[in-house]
């Protein structure tokens, strides 16, 4: 063997094991902290949850208060402004769950404010997860929330008058809408269709804090004018939200049904543990959910947000038009519009 043969050699033993470093530093670079929501109105989201996450606070707490402003916001579709259900009364689910996997739902919970809040009380005080119902809201009084009037919005009260004259039930995907409303709030919302037709959607947020931990939220109001006693995968840990500290955290948005079916979010996650970045797992997750029967995952949306560890995010849907916010260095909010598998 010649001399520069051997010095190669050598040379390549050496090199190697550092380039090999140099990607493990990069794999492992953290962009930190992050919050990215579900839809544009998840600039109302992020804008709570970032004075949090940059003061160096906790994730869990950055989420909480996205969901207590988008709950507030009585033009957006979650809440107690969101579409009632066919017996004209809004119920609301929502969930949240922490970097140590502590989480708390509630279901049909009628005249309470900020159900996410109630989920995260249940979380903290008792043993349980999950509340619905009658004894969710018996907790949440008990816990000091207030009883609000049953009384519909003024835009809630309007859309559901004019869904009464058909009262159709069935998922409608507006496309010229979702792309012309100037809030945008995706093929289901913001739930005032001039038409009258009915919609559903979620608010999804995801958080990375300055000290690397992850949390989510989840809440709304579920399709409009649903049956009485629907719930989809929204307050469902593992089909609407979950998080796994040690990977990364996803929510969804759409026909919560159709999530349900393949436990959504848990699947998100799992191709992220895999080593999917957070737009090939969303992207998996769909094409999970179409691959039974491509031509009835025509007529649905369902959309899926994802961060991981490093603080990279990514999304994915089954119909064109989904879009979500997202918040980091800077605090300014970027919505960006979601690749899909049907264009």
């Keep these: 063997m010649s001399s520069s043969r051997r010095s190669f050699l050598r040379l390549s033993a050496v090199v190697l094991p550092f380039s090999r470093i140099s990607d493990l530093f990069a794999k492992s670079a953290i962009n930190k902290p992050v919050v990215i929501s579900t839809w544009d109105s998840g600039q109302i989201a992020n804008g709570a949850a970032w004075p949090v996450l940059e003061k160096g606070g ?11 402003a988008i709950e507030n916001d009585i033009n957006c579709c979650v809440g107690l402004g969101g579409n009632p259900d066919r017996d004209g009364h809004v119920t609301l689910d929502a969930c949240i769950m922490d970097e140590k996997a502590n989480c708390g739902s509630v279901a049909f919970l009628e005249r309470i404010k ?9 979380m903290e005080t008792t043993p349980h997860v999950f509340l619905a119902g009658v004894g969710a809201q018996q907790f949440a009084l008990a816990n000091g929330f207030k009883l609000e ?3 519909l919005s003024p835009d809630a009260e309007k859309s559901y008058k004019q869904w009464l004259i058909k009262a159709e039930y069935k998922p409608v995907i507006n496309i010229e809408h979702q792309q012309s409303h100037p809030k945008g709030h995706g093929p289901f919302a913001p739930a005032r269709l001039e038409d009258g037709s009915f ?15 992850l949390s989510g939220m989840c809440t709304t109001s579920g399709m409009g004018f649903k049956m009485r006693g629907r719930v989809g995968d929204s307050p469902i840990i593992g089909a609407g939200l979950f998080v796994d500290n040690e990977i990364g955290a996803a929510t969804s948005s759409g026909q919560g049904e159709e999530v349900i079916r393949v436990c959504g979010t848990h699947l998100v996650v799992e191709f992220m543990r895999s080593g999917l970045s957070p737009e090939e797992a969303c992207k998996k997750a769909v094409e999970r959910i179409v691959k039974p029967n491509p031509e009835r995952a025509k007529t649905f949306q369902v959309g899926f947000i994802a961060i991981n560890k490093q603080g990279e995010v990514g999304a994915y849907s089954v119909q064109k038009g989904f879009n979500y916010t997202v918040t ?3 605090g300014k909010g970027k919505v960006i519009n979601a690749k899909s598998y049907f264009a």
């Design 328 to 330: 980091e260095q800077g």
């Design 199 to 213: 919609n559903h959607d979620t608010m999804g947020t995801l958080a990375l804090d300055a000290k690397g931990d």
């Design 114 to 122: 900020h159900p996410v809040s109630v989920a995260r009380k249940l």
């Design 149 to 151: 009037p049953d009384k």
């Design 58 to 68: 906790k994730a869990l707490d950055a989420v909480e208060q996205a969901a207590i």
